[in-house]
């Protein structure tokens, strides 16, 4: 008996061997030399590799539109427009990620290049989830991601919230980890595979006698999801983590996990389960209706910036699962174009606040903002918009994706799901509003203005740009995400 | 004797259910882990007996993929309740209130 070791195209597996490399060198380097890597050499080599990944995904691109989506490594991997504009998207949040725990660590002292090399192998597990069309290689990417996230929020052991956070999620993540991988052994055991692809084939072209075991595997995989996503009612463990993280870790969140969450969900959702889409739609709207207003409603109510962010990104998922829900190609688009506006603007707030949290991450309460334009006008003023990008004020990025993704909805009949959204929005604006007008009062006029590195300068300049110029036109950004399609969609 | 293959899969939703319920209502960090293990180790049983009335070799394999994350999960989960119990001395979750949310 011979065995054949499947195909394997390399431009597909790029940014993420890219990535693993990179880890890997930094971890024979901490082993081999005698003193403790400075943390401009690990945070240079992490970049490198990270800006590299974000390259590699324009070889992606010319290769899709030239010749097509394919998949790879026996079916398991797939390159299309979807999983291209996701890992571009995830690799440029890694870079601006990197360069605030760059920062970060230069302000409590962590040497080495151990929070690296966790940061880069979590985002290989992002990576993977984007791509993965096989939900076994799927439940990989997640746990690839979901370990080394675990590691890098206890990163601070001095703090013993760090700590707590990081159990709360590992013990929560561990739970929505069998409840997925069990919804895959159903899937698997109602379609006799476990590819995304020859699910959606299988379901097509046959009529399931009892559809039990396909309807409770599926359930299953939709509750991982919603966890991962932060979407109500799973979101109960997402204001302690990002309380309890470290601040640059909060950002990493918000931006690459989100990310990579939000891929694997459509992927599977659309891509396997798109002929069930009358079954999902209905429980899609529940979750739509009580993320976005519970997260709008929540956010008013916390007097921490960390907690206000996290409702807000609560909410923020139920937007996008109003792409999510009409189930296809355009509301694939809306959702991608969503991500891909939230992730750097998110990014950029998560390094001010990094900043003004200062060490310990001490000072997170929403009243050390107060007078921080008049301290640091171009810190505050910044801040400013950022904030008014994620309330969705018009000439921001903001604005963009809500108009998107609610265009999208709309078009496919979700009427109720969208007003209900715009609803929240509004509740949410006063969050966001209250907080920017905290940042002009003049209060706090004696307290030292904030010393603001050169790495979170670079980030903060430009995500603000970024809002600012995708905001007045953001042409170039839809014609990008409007090709980023699913390789297959029933 | 044969056993149904739908025998199997009922012990493994069993299994997977104690496990749950056991995550669920528990309270030590360590039990709620152990309860973890429990509900993958439901989902091997439920991908082995799939495979063998299948006749797939795909299911058997997953099983392995699941054992290594859940022993790579043990590895950083034991990690974490060591470094919370040199600061408090116990394992207890209800202890953990530092946050409240």
């Known amino acids: 008996m011979t065995l054949h070791a499947p195909a394997i195209n390399y431009v597909a597996l790029l940014p993420f061997l890219l990535l693993v490399g990179a880890a890997t060198t930094l971890l024979f380097m901490t082993a081999l030399t005698r003193n403790r890597l400075s943390t401009v050499v690990s945070t240079s080599i992490a970049v490198a590799a990270a800006l590299g990944g974000f390259i590699t995904t324009f070889v992606q691109w010319f290769e899709v539109n030239h010749h097509g989506a394919t998949t790879t490594a026996a079916h398991a991997i797939v390159m299309d427009g979807f999983s291209v504009v996701m890992a571009a998207s995830i690799t440029s949040s890694l870079t601006f990620a990197l360069l605030i725990a760059h920062d970060w660590q230069g302000r409590e002292r962590f040497n080495g290049a151990e929070y690296q090399m966790l940061a880069l192998l979590a985002t290989s597990g992002a990576l993977l989830m984007t791509q993965a069309n096989d939900l076994v290689l799927l439940f990989l990417g997640l746990e690839i991601l979901s370990i080394a996230l675990y590691c890098i929020i206890a990163f601070n052991r001095r703090r013993l919230k760090s700590s707590e956070s990081s159990m709360k999620y590992f013990l929560l993540g561990g739970f929505a980890a069998a409840i997925f991988i069990y919804g895959v052994a159903l899937a698997y055991g109602a379609s006799g595979t476990t590819n995304v692809t020859a699910l959606s084939y299988f379901l097509g072209t046959n009529h399931l006698l009892h559809p039990g075991l396909l309807l409770a595997g599926g359930g299953l995989m939709m509750i991982a999801f919603a966890f991962k996503v932060q979407a109500v009612p799973f979101h109960f463990w997402s204001p302690d983590v990002y309380e309890g993280a470290p601040t640059p870790v909060t950002g990493f969140h918000a931006s690459i996990v989100w990310g990579g969450a939000f891929a694997a969900m459509i992927r599977v959702m659309i891509s396997g389960l798109g002929t069930q889409v009358s079954t999902w739609r209905p429980i899609f709207f529940v979750l739509i209706v009580l993320s976005t207003l519970v997260g709008a409603a929540f956010a008013i109510l916390q007097g921490n910036a960390k907690r206000l962010l996290a409702y807000s990104s609560v909410s923020h998922s139920g937007f996008i699962l109003l792409g999510v829900w009409t189930g296809t190609a355009a509301g694939v688009a809306a959702s991608s174009f969503y991500v891909l506006t939230y992730a750097p603007v998110v990014l950029g707030t998560f390094a001010i606040v990094a900043l003004v949290g200062g060490v310990g991450d001490a000072n997170h309460e929403l009243e050390k903002y107060r007078g921080l334009a008049r301290r640091n006008p171009w810190i505050g003023a910044s801040l400013a918009v950022l904030l008014l990008s994620q309330l969705g004020v018009p000439f921001t990025v903001g604005f963009d994706g809500k108009f998107a993704v609610l265009a999208a909805t709309i078009d496919a009949g979700n009427t109720v799901g969208a007003v209900v959204a715009m609803v929240a929005a509004c509740i949410a604006a006063f969050a966001y509003l209250r907080w920017t007008t905290s940042l002009f009062v003049a209060e706090n006029l004696d307290l030292e203005p904030l010393v603001v590195p050169f790495a979170s300068r670079v980030v903060i300049t430009l995500s603000v740009a970024y809002a600012l110029i995708l905001g007045i036109d953001p042409s170039w950004l839809t014609s990008i995400t409007s090709h980023a399609t699913l390789l297959f969609q029933p | ?101």
Request: proline residues 1%; glycine residues 8%.
């Open chain 2, 1 to 101: 004797m044969n056993v149904p293959a739908a025998w199997y899969l009922v012990l493994a939703a069993l299994l997977f259910g104690i496990g749950a319920f056991g995550f669920l209502t528990r309270r030590s960090a360590i039990i709620m882990f152990m309860c973890i293990e429990l509900m993958l180790n439901a989902v091997n049983l439920t991908f082995v007996t799939f495979a063998r009335s299948l006749s797939d070799i795909g299911g058997q394999i997953s099983v392995f993929f699941v054992m290594v994350v859940a022993a790579a999960e043990v590895t950083v989960g034991l990690g974490i309740v060591v470094a919370i119990f040199r600061r408090r001395a116990s394992t207890s979750v209800d202890e953990l209130t530092e946050m409240k949310g």
